[in-house]
T-cell receptor
Framework: GAGVSQSPSNKVTEKGKDVELRCDPI?????LYWYRQSLGQGLEFLIY????????KSGLPSDRFSAERTGGSVSTLTIQRTQQEDSAVYLC?????????????FGDGTRLSIL | GDSVTQMEGPVTLSEEAFLTINCTYT??????LFWYVQYPGEGLQLLLK?????DKGSNKGFEATYRKETTSFHLEKGSVQVSDSAVYFC????????????FGSGTRLLVRP
């Protein structure tokens, strides 16, 4: 079946521009996560959505980062006024119900490069 | 806070050698433990998991046992292949508000023919 789909796969933009990254989770999965993979920081949690509950935004590094999830399915991660330190691979994952013993299924990521 | 510590790489082995990648964790609750693998040019894939003490996760010849007494989840394989060359991440998930994954820094494995 279809896995987690992310777009675009690569994004190059100039410092100061806004970017939007998209994630389409596995159908029926209620839990959705965003992570960031960078050389200096490894894999870091950014934000978590579960059904209609308020999202856990505890991992967002600054108020330039925001995310939404519409209709309990597709999610968009937005970075405003991008900085060079935002360059990283942004990974989306989903799981059936968000329980801790469930594995998370990852997309291939969006590689973001800030010039 | 909760954390995962992995042995630093790269680990370079000859084909058919025995593999161990060490992983230890710190957690305030009772975590589930995972190994994920990232092959070159690909995304993260679940390799195996264990959800309670003394559980053994296994897949593709890899094994790891959840050791609560030593807070460890070491990855082992008896005979590695060139195709096992990848980056391996140990991770934990513990219940707070989100069951987010907390990852180790990753260990690169290179298997030579």
């Amino acid at each position: 079946g279809a896995g987690v789909s992310q777009s675009p796969s690569n994004k190059v933009t100039e410092k100061g521009k806004d970017v939007e990254l998209r994630c389409d989770p596995i159908s029926g999965h209620t839990a959705l996560y965003w992570y960031r993979q960078s050389l200096g920081q490894g894999l870091e949690f950014l934000i978590y959505f579960q059904g209609n509950s308020a999202p856990d935004k505890s991992g967002l590094p600054s108020d330039r980062f925001s995310a939404e999830r519409t209709g309990g399915s597709v999610s968009t991660l937005t970075i405003q006024r991008t900085q060079q330190e935002d360059s990283a691979v942004y990974l989306c994952a989903s799981s059936p119900s968000g329980r801790g013993n469930e594995p998370q299924h990852f997309g291939d990521g969006t590689r973001l490069s800030i010039l | 806070g909760d954390s995962v510590t992995q042995m630093e790489g790269p680990v370079t082995l000859s084909e058919e050698a025995f593999l161990t990648i060490n992983c230890t964790y710190t957690a305030t609750g009772y975590p589930s433990l995972f190994w994920y693998v990232q092959y070159p040019g690909e995304g993260l894939q679940l390799l195996l998991k264990a959800t309670k003490a003394d559980d053994k996760g296994s897949n593709k010849g890899f094994e790891a046992t959840y050791r609560k007494e030593t807070t460890s989840f070491h990855l082992e394989k008896g005979s590695v292949q060139v195709s096992d060359s990848a980056v391996y991440f140990c991770a934990l998930s513990v219940g707070d508000s989100s069951y987010k994954l907390i990852f180790g820094s990753g260990t690169r494995l290179l298997v030579r023919p």
